[in-house]
């Protein structure tokens, strides 16, 4: 059974860091690109961050830039996200995504990121 569980979120403070991190199971991950996304009530799912089977990332959301990054473990099959300097803007359910050309996007369940002014 293909399976992306993310874990980490929770409430934090504006100014506040937060990990978090996504383990993939009954896929190949290290074939897989992996991306963080999230959604904010009432808008539409945004991409922030893909990240290589190599490691390399492209951020791609520029409310983020400098402030988050992304990694990956292809030993642990496992992509985090690292979020620094947390806005109150930020608060959404945080997904992530495992893409492979020609497969279908396999996404997780989210978890809840809260960031308190």
């Known amino acids: 059974q293909v399976q992306l569980v993310e874990s980490g979120g929770g409430l934090v403070q504006a100014g506040g860091s937060l990990r978090l991190s996504c383990a993939a199971s009954?896929?190949?991950?290290?074939?897989?690109?992996m991306g963080w996304f999230r959604q904010a009530p009432g808008k539409e799912r945004e991409f922030l961050i893909g990240?290589?089977?190599?490691?390399?990332?492209?951020t791609y959301a520029d409310s983020v830039k400098g402030r988050f990054s992304a990694s990956r473990d292809n030993d642990k099959n496992t992509v985090y996200l690292i979020m620094n300097n947390l806005k109150p803007e930020d608060t959404a359910v945080y997904y992530c995504n495992a893409h492979y050309v020609g497969s279908r996007d396999v996404w997780g369940q989210g978890t809840q990121v809260t960031v308190s002014s």
């Open positions: 990240v290589r089977w190599s490691g390399e990332t492209t």
């Open positions: 009954g896929l190949s991950f290290s074939s897989y690109t």
